[in-house]
């Protein structure tokens, strides 16, 4: 049973534009939300987080969005670069726990 | 190179023998997890330890899976008798003690094939 859920594998947009990515989740025990992202052959790195209790955590070029009562959050990426190219995993976790439950990852690539 | 940092790289065996993988964490994080990431999946939690103690253990994690922290440093886990569904990448991360923010500092994996 995938608790988190990234529908789409790829995602594909031009320099300069907007980039978005989806997650959306079943567990409603679930408090905190983070991104992560992935470049071949290395492991994955911390992007941004965001607990339950916000809506909204920006950092820079990177927002992520969450909306608890349709369980479903997003990461802007704004303006997108080819350096962002790289996987993207949404991971939650619940009351503290130390353990992430992560998506199956959206690839990102940003065309020059 | 003060990342963390995991040996070996790549392993290959054959089916039923035993494998061994370690992680070096970040020297002054005590909090230390093991994942695995299997093809077009995300990573998935195996355990976790807080300086030596093993504070959470995944039901993925069958008896033939065991991971150690002796000293609160270093870990090892460990795979006895492999099955070719054990191939995958075994990731380790770790974190500093103050607080939990999520953010994990992983390493760049130990990919095991079964043969």
């Known amino acids: 049973d995938q608790q988190v859920k990234q529908n789409s594998p790829s995602l594909s947009v031009q320099e300069g534009r907007i980039s978005i990515l989806n997650c959306d989740y079943t567990?409603?025990?679930?408090?905190?939300f983070l991104w992560y992202k992935k470049y071949p052959a290395e492991g994955p790195t911390f992007l941004i987080s965001?607990?339950?209790?916000?809506d909204k955590n920006e950092d820079g070029r990177f927002t992520v969005f969450l909306n608890k009562s349709a369980k479903h959050l997003s990461l802007h990426i704004v303006p997108s670069q080819p350096g962002d190219s790289a996987v993207y995993f949404c991971?939650?976790?619940?009351?503290?726990?130390?353990?992430?439950?992560f998506g199956k990852g959206t690839k990102l690539t940003v065309n020059p | 190179d003060t990342g963390v940092s995991q040996n070996p790289r790549h392993k290959i065996t054959k089916r039923g023998q035993n494998v061994t993988f370690r992680c070096d964490p970040i020297?002054?994080?005590?909090?230390l997890y093991w994942y695995r990431q299997t093809l077009g999946q995300g990573p998935e939690f195996l355990t976790y330890?807080?300086?030596?103690?093993?504070?959470?253990k995944s039901r993925l994690l069958s008896d033939r899976f065991s991971a150690e922290r002796p000293k609160g440093s270093f870990s090892t886990l460990e795979i006895q008798r492999t099955e070719q569904g054990d191939s995958a990448m075994y990731l380790c991360?770790?974190?500093?003690?103050?607080?939990?923010?999520?953010?994990?500092?992983f390493g760049e994996g130990s990919r095991l094939t079964v043969l």
């Open positions: 020297s002054e994080h005590n909090r």
């Open positions: 991971a939650a976790s619940e009351g503290g726990s130390e353990k992430l439950v």
């Open positions: 330890f807080q300086n030596e103690a093993q504070l959470e």
């Open positions: 567990n409603s025990m679930f408090d905190y």
């Open positions: 965001i607990s339950s209790i916000k």
């Open positions: 991360a770790s974190s500093p003690g103050t607080g939990w923010t999520g953010e994990l500092f």
